[in-house]
């Protein structure tokens, strides 16, 4: 069933007398995908409606979930299910002699069985799920704050095993005497793991684009070369072309020889200290010379691919819930108001010249002029076929 079908049997279900919430649920599960991860014991089994929660910068979706839960087995246990963003700085292959190489950013956990008697309001999507997992299902869920980053990687060099560093979310179901104690050691068999991402999309309203100029003297000489650049828009979509406007004035005797565009990759790693890391992930050159007493106004188009920086370790790319192809990571957007640990990522397009000196000093009086633009750098929001729009 392809979209315009569902769209099309969907909108049938709602305007028939027959239409009722039992077919609706039908509709979104020939359609949906339900993830279950059973414990290894079969105790427990968690079931998602899906893998990506949407971070909307004001507010993040829900994490709603199911678990079920055979309790013949727990021995007077509890059953807890808990959220994490995780900070991984090594495989867990390394975790060795008590040494672990991650770090929790955020952590909730809930009881689930037995209940604690509090009220739950469930969401359709649970209401799905539960009749997929029976009576022994209980609803979980989860609010994260807006503060918390996005699920990105690093990627590796050519060379390096195991899982990849980054940040991570993990729902995971436990079978424990209580939600939280250093002491008490949990076996593997009484847990259940699925990993999701936490993903932010390009914002509908696209603005004009930033502009920025410069004006340098050089040595010897009171004239200046003024270098304006600007971009068409302010936010533009991963594989789409990025246009560059370059304005030059050269009023000096010096010679521009070349122009070269680029756009760098700025990672953040927010953890025990802040660290900046910047790379190039995208560079041309240009042979357009400017001769003395010179302008020149030319626009430049490049397309900054993850596929060619595939040998490059270190650069930040969307997070991954298994080999799927992925691209360079998301502009990650804030608020600003509380501090934001993990990884942040931003973009920068920079327009060089390099200005050839003349006279007899050469090239001691030559240099370059460089001006920045901030660029940000996005998926489009796909269309909603969430459930919640099958209420009408």
């Given amino acids: 069933m392809d979209l315009t079908d569902y769209r099309r049997q969907q909108r049938r279900l709602i305007d028939s007398p027959e239409g009722t919430s039992d077919s609706l649920s039908f509709l979104f599960f020939s359609l949906f995908r339900v993830f279950k991860k059973t414990s290894g014991n079969g105790n427990i089994a ?3 409606g899906r893998r990506d929660f949407v971070d909307h910068v004001d507010s993040v979706d829900v994490v709603d979930g ?3 839960v055979d309790p013949s087995d727990l021995n007077g246990r509890k059953v807890f299910v808990y959220l994490a963003c995780v900070f991984r700085y090594g495989s ?11 770090r929790d950013i955020w952590v909730q956990r809930v009881q689930v069985y037995p209940p604690t008697g509090e009220s739950i309001t469930k969401t359709p999507m649970q209401e799905s799920l539960l009749k997929k997992a029976g009576e022994q299902g209980y609803p979980f869920s989860f609010q994260m704050p807006t503060n918390l980053p996005c699920s990105v990687s690093l990627q590796p060099g050519p060379n390096d095993a195991g899982k990849a560093c980054g940040v991570d979310f993990e729902v995971k179901g436990y079978i424990a005497n209580v939600a939280d104690n ?44 003024h270098l304006e650049a600007s971009l068409e828009k ?38 025990y200290s802040s660290d900046t890391y910047a790379k190039a992930v995208c560079s041309e050159e240009f042979g357009e010379t400017v001769n003395a007493n010179s302008t020149l ?29 992925t691209h360079l990571a998301s502009t ?61």
């Fill in 297 to 325: 106004e030319k626009s430049f188009q490049i397309i900054p691919l993850l596929a060619n920086n595939k040998e490059k370790r270190g650069l930040s790319v969307d997070g991954q819930l298994k080999d799927e192809d």
């Fill in 66 to 68: 199911v678990i079920k």
């Fill in 182 to 225: 250093a002491d008490e050691v949990i076996e593997k068999k009484d847990t259940c793991r699925l990993m999701i991402r936490k993903i932010q999309f390009a914002p509908a309203n696209n603005k004009a684009g930033p502009k920025a100029d410069i004006t340098k003297q050089f040595m010897m000489t009171d004239k200046s070369v």
């Fill in 332 to 392: 990650t957007l804030s608020q600003g108001e509380k501090e934001m640990q993990g990884i942040i990522v931003s973009y920068k397009v920079k327009v060089n010249l390099m200005v050839s000196g003349g006279g007899l000093l050469g090239g001691l009086t030559g240099s370059d002029v460089t001006v920045e633009l901030p660029l940000t750098l996005m998926s489009p929001k796909p269309a909603d076929i969430s459930i919640e729009s099958m209420d009408g």
């Fill in 92 to 102: 867990d292959e390394l975790d060795v002699i008590g040494m672990s190489f991650r």
């Fill in 46 to 48: 968690l079931y998602l």
């Fill in 234 to 271: 302010e936010i533009y979509y991963h594989g789409e072309t990025i246009t560059v406007k370059v304005k030059i004035n050269n009023e000096t005797t010096k010679v521009v020889k070349k122009i070269k565009v680029s756009v760098e990759q700025l990672t953040n790693v927010v953890l």
